[in-house]
């Protein structure tokens, strides 16, 4: 096997994590955050790094995140406050809710497992966001952790 | 994607462990008192033990230990352990998670903490992962993070 081979094969075995850089998100119909591209992806981990408090002004800042259009969480708002360093976990499973403001958060969550998901494999398409209810009032990062099924599949920030 | 890119990439798939020296743990120093320090940016820790390296653990003393604040396991729980024993952190503190002490060779994570649903890791920002004892250990502890960063600038060091 020649090294252009053997170099695709070990890349596939990367875990690849994309950071979305911080900032305040706006109240804002469903918008994409990431986008899925060149082939398959495992998506392993979706959470957000609060880098400063969250809706911590009692805005009630709901989200909802979909994967190529498939519910990442329980479909409807839910609150996402979030205290300075904290960190909001996305189950990546449709019913199941996110788990917002710990400071040490389990990945995957332990409501998610209990739903038998492990991960979520996606083909090109984007990663949506709603906000609703109110802007957040910090910044906060996203994060996505995922494997490459294909030497071409990567995914981008938007 | 170029070279720069494509190793930053890749650093962020490599296990990363963190190792406190030994050290004969004093409740003068820690109740609580930090083990290591979380800077830069999250990371995704996957286990949290601790090896017995000197002599026989029997001072008959608790143990615990928090994240960022947050209780890794369910409640403290005697350290008494043989010399080369893994004292192994279930990392998450639903009832059932405890500290499993005194096993020479011991499941990571351990059987409770999988029982709870908990399988991955746990995420975490930067702040401190602390050590609380309730009496002065007598044997010589060293200490294991294993991990993941999430950014090119998360690193666990020691406190």
Redesign the interface.
Known sequence: MGLSNTIKRISL?????V?RPPQVYPIAAAAPIFTIAGGPVWI??L?F??DEAVDDAGGGTTMIIQICGVPADSAAPTAIATVI???C?WPLITGVVPIPN???????T?????ASC?GQVAGPGDITLAVGAASTVGMCSF?C?YYRMNPNSNIEVV | MGLGTTVKRISLDVMEVAIRPGEIYLSADYAPGNLFTIVGGPVWIKGLFAHVTVALENSGFTGAITVCGVAMQTGAVVLNSSLNDIIMWPLEATAGSVIIPNVAANPMPTLGAVVNNFIGGQLAGPGNIALTINGNLVSTLVFYVVYYRMDPNSEIVVA
């Open positions: 075995d990367v875990m690849e994590v950071k392993k981990g959470f790094f609060a360093n904290g960190i976990v710990v400071l040490a958060n389990p990945m995957p332990l409501l998610a497992v209990a492990f994060y952790v």
